[in-house]
């Protein structure tokens, strides 16, 4: 089992629909992620949260919404989705440090309807 | 920009054999190179990982190869199993860019029994 938690595990939603990914860790890592990932393609990197502050977002469209309340949680709130938004959402951990890998936990399976 | 480049795609190896995924990258800035084993359903895990300053590192039956002047590393699978059947991504890292993960196309491997 991955040391990063996420849930839900699978998630339907409209497209009026407003509703929340979280995703957990216990390892004390300084670093979250979150990562959309489209069938057979690689992980594509959405946001990065460094100490609890938001510091990298790759141009992601407002209706994801990251929130980092401590350093054991991030949560991505989603509004308004499309069905092109439909994919698997990854949170992943690392420590802020040189050479420090990322963790992934399993993922919350999204499907826009 | 495909800044590491993975190949091949896929991949059928039968059991006991030796596969082999290389990856090139371009960007010198990269400091850390991790590949990730990803099943279905399931988030990357992460197998193995090399510094730029070392030439090889082996875990168990995983190897990776690193040529910093070439700037392209592989990883062998030693002994293959059919469980070894997955998708292999690998991956780069740069920690002054906010511990930014890059990650190849991913590689398809199939052991057969």
């Known amino acids: 089992d991955t040391e990063v938690t996420q849930t839900p595990k699978h998630l339907v939603m409209g497209m009026t629909n407003k509703k929340s990914l979280k995703c957990e860790q216990h390892?004390?890592?300084?670093?979250m992620y979150w990562y959309k990932q489209k069938a057979k393609k690689p992980p594509e990197l959405m946001f990065v949260?460094?100490?609890?502050?938001?510091?990298i977002n790759e141009s992601v469209p407002s209706r994801f919404s990251p929130e980092c309340p401590n350093s054991s949680l991030l949560n991505l709130h989603l509004h308004a989705l499309q069905p092109e938004d439909s994919a698997l959402y990854l949170c992943?951990?690392?420590?802020?440090?040189?050479?420090?890998?990322?963790?992934f936990g399993n993922g919350t399976r999204l499907t826009v309807t | 920009q495909q800044q590491v480049k993975q190949s091949p795609q896929s991949l059928i190896v039968q059991k006991g054999g030796i596969p082999i995924i290389n990856c090139a990258y371009e960007?010198?800035?990269?400091?850390?190179f991790p590949w990730y084993q990803q099943f279905p359903g399931k988030g990357p895990a992460l197998l193995i990982a090399?510094?730029?300053?070392?030439s090889e590192k082996k875990e168990g039956r995983f190897t990776i190869s690193f040529n910093k002047s070439a700037k392209q590393f592989s990883l062998h699978i030693m002994d293959s199993q059919p469980g070894d059947s997955a998708t292999y991504f690998c991956?780069?890292?740069?920690?002054?860019?906010?511990?930014?993960?890059?990650f190849g196309g991913g590689t398809r491997l199939m052991v057969k029994p």
């Open positions: 992943a951990s690392s420590q802020f440090s040189l050479n420090s890998p990322l963790h």
């Open positions: 390892m004390g890592h300084r670093a």
């Open positions: 949260y460094s100490y609890e502050k938001l510091s």
């Open positions: 960007n010198t800035a990269f400091d850390y």
């Open positions: 090399i510094r730029p300053d070392v």
């Open positions: 991956a780069a890292l740069r920690f002054n860019a906010g511990n930014m993960l890059t």
